[in-house]
């Protein structure tokens, strides 16, 4: 579909220059690229988000500590079944007092994943996303508590805390001719594993209203159209995904420790993202796009 000699691998953006109708862009090995439009799909950390935030909101720019890190552990099935029986066969979610964990199969059922967070006041005040640990210092978060079976699924863990972070607010997706998708626009705490299908969604709807430009000076209205689909929906994950996480710690203010309300949450809460009319928003995202050309 994207003509070969249009794909460059191994490149890193230095910085971009916006002009009315062209954005320049300097890459680290000091090519420098002018194209009608810049599309950021550079994650959460990514330098797109400065240049679409930087001028109007600033204080929005970096991503924000959501008050959890995680360990992450691949256990041999066999072992994982020793240990927690038929509970590793399948996907599994087990609820705590600022702690939970997640186990579920992975390579064709031979292993068992295991992520394990870790719910804290504290700020996460390292200077990079991850942080090393002891072994004694990661078995120590969930000391108290936690089942020992959990806790011995953590033996082949790396002792590395994974911060999770995220873009709870992000006021546009695009200025003029540059524009955010995926986690550098809506990076997510991971309690609603709707992450990466956000940034599927991004680019469904954004490379459709992109088909719709005839002209380049219709870019920022293609991105207007898009801004106003795919915001509203991304950003509530990013919202509702917080939510999600304070109950699986047992902290939400209204459902606590109840598990039958609990229960009856997660049953139903997910079905808005599942069950999302892709293809109205398609239309839609068409329609805007018209509108906004037809007015200019
Ligand atoms: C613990 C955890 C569990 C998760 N589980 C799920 C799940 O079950 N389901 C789900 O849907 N999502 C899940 N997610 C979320 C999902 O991983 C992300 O939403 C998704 O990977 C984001 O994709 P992306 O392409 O936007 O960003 P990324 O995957 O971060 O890719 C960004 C790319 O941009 C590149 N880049 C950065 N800076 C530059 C630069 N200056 N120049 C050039 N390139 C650059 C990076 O090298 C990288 O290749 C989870 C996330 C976490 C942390």
Known sequence: MIPRENVRFSKRVKSMQQGEDKVIITFEDGEVVTAAAVVGSDGIKGPTRKYVLGDRYPEEVSPTYSGKYVYRSIIPMKDALEIIGEHAGDSKTFLGHDVNFITFPISRG??????????????WTHHQLTKRVTKEEMVADFSEGVDKRLVKLLDWADPLQWSLHHHMNTPTYYNNRICLLGDSAHATTPHQASGAGQCIEDALVLSHVLGKVADHKQLPFAFEAYDAIRRPRGQKVVRTSQEAGQLYSFSHPEFGEDMDKIVDNFNQRFLWI???DLEGDLMQVEKLFSKLCDAA
């Open 110 to 123: 031979t292993q068992c994943n295991l992520v394990a967070f870790k719910y804290s006041d504290k700020p």
């Open 274 to 276: 599942w069950e999302h």
